[in-house]
């Protein structure tokens, strides 16, 4: 199984601060038809979660454009250039490249 | 609108069983590959299954292959997951969701004696 591994588990940050999470995976995600499918959800205490990135970098309808998906390979990465109150919650990247999809373990946002 | 509404969530004793359904609107769900996600009380997510649009591959966790079955019924727009041999360790919250990108309000299951 393909291993997703995020960094930090927990991050404080200051509103209007950016914030940076890391996500690794244990094999690349690069899928035969040359597509990389990794994708980022993020989760409200109490809500389900939402998608904010797929295959990467595209951001889904009505995500403000203050978050961003990049990375290749193993290696990927969200940010948020600034941080507003909105964003606390827990965030999670998720391969679809390979069986079984993986999720990494959860990166807790908070203010 | 796109909805999915899950239900057939309750308390199950260790091995018994279990069927949750998803009830689908405001898209064409014979297009889309749908999953079942669960979460643990206060743990991450984890992704149980898969099924394609026809119904023709299905794909599951390795914790829960040969217990657990997804289905759909594509006339009536609607998902299943058939869960037998219940577990301690399935406790979670169920969510249907749509390819990756829709996801329902999520089903609690709890296995207890």
């Known amino acids: 199984d393909v291993v997703m591994t995020q960094s930090p588990l927990s991050l404080p940050v200051t509103l209007g601060q950016p914030a940076s999470i890391s996500c690794r995976s244990s094999?690349?995600?690069?899928?035969?038809?040359?597509?990389?499918?990794l994708n980022w959800f993020h989760q409200r205490p109490g809500q389900s979660p939402r998608r904010l990135i797929y295959?990467?970098?595209n951001r889904d309808s009505g995500v403000p454009d203050r978050f961003s998906g990049s990375g290749s390979g193993t290696d990927f990465t969200l940010k948020i250039s600034r941080v507003e109150a909105e964003d606390v919650g827990v965030y999670y990247c998720?391969?679809?490249?390979?069986?079984?999809?993986?999720f990494g373990q959860g990166t807790k946002l908070e203010i | 609108e796109v909805q999915l509404v899950e239900s057939g969530g309750g308390v199950v004793q260790p091995g018994g069983s279990l069927r949750l359904s998803c009830a689908a609107s405001g898209f064409t769900f014979n297009s889309f590959y749908m999953n079942w996600v669960r979460q643990a009380p206060g743990k991450g997510l984890e992704w149980v299954a898969n099924?394609?649009?026809?119904?023709?591959?299905?794909h599951y966790v390795d914790s829960v292959k040969g217990r657990f079955s997804i289905s759909r019924d594509n006339a009536k727009s609607s998902l299943s997951l058939q869960m037998n041999s219940l577990r301690a360790e399935d406790t979670a919250v169920y969510y249907c969701?749509?390819?990756?990108?829709?996801w329902g309000q999520g089903v609690l299951v709890i296995v207890s004696s």
């Open positions: 099924i394609n649009q026809d119904g023709s591959q299905k």
């Open positions: 998720m391969q679809y490249t390979g069986w079984p999809h993986t």
């Open positions: 969701v749509r390819s990756s990108d829709s």
């Open positions: 295959k990467v970098s």
């Open positions: 094999q690349s995600l690069v899928h035969s038809d040359g597509n990389t499918y």
